[in-house]
């Protein structure tokens, strides 16, 4: 079982920076980890959304095409946290994020579905 805790949400305004965290406890990951950890979110009467995922074996990162080159998702082994800096953030990011994990298979991309472990969620809220 793993748990994950996310932390880090906040009202900013756009033009602002935030950085979630996402602790994992249950299970220790490491480079020999075949677990990929993602963030997704969710807006007001919308879906889910996949944000961004990265593997803890080779750090191999994926981002969906509106946060590419705004946010960058990273790792701490030693901390078995994940990280997600959004910069450059705009009205259309606020939602609730949250973090998720799952097995994947080493050497392949990240993943963007099927995740089997989630958080509560953090809020993030972006005013214009």
């Known amino acids: 079982q793993v748990q994950l805790v996310e932390s880090g949400g906040g009202l900013v305004q756009a033009g602002g920076s935030l950085r979630l965290s996402c602790a994992a406890s249950?299970?220790?990951?490491?480079?020999?980890?075949?677990?990929?950890m993602g963030w997704f979110r969710q807006a007001p009467g919308k879906e889910r959304e996949f944000v961004a995922a990265?593997?803890?074996?080779?750090?191999?990162?994926y981002y969906t095409d509106s946060v590419k080159g705004r946010f960058i998702i990273s790792k701490d082994n030693a901390r078995n946290t994940i990280y997600l800096q959004m910069n450059t953030l705009k009205p259309e990011d606020t939602a609730i994020y949250y973090c998720?994990?799952?097995?994947?298979?080493?050497?392949?991309?990240?993943?963007?579905?099927?995740?089997?472990?989630w958080g509560q969620g953090t809020q993030v809220t972006v005013s214009s």
């Open positions: 998720a994990a799952r097995l994947t298979r080493l050497g392949l991309p990240p993943p963007t579905d099927s995740y089997a472990f």
């Open positions: 249950g299970r220790t990951f490491s480079t020999f980890s075949s677990w990929a």
């Open positions: 990265i593997t803890w074996s080779g750090s191999s990162t």
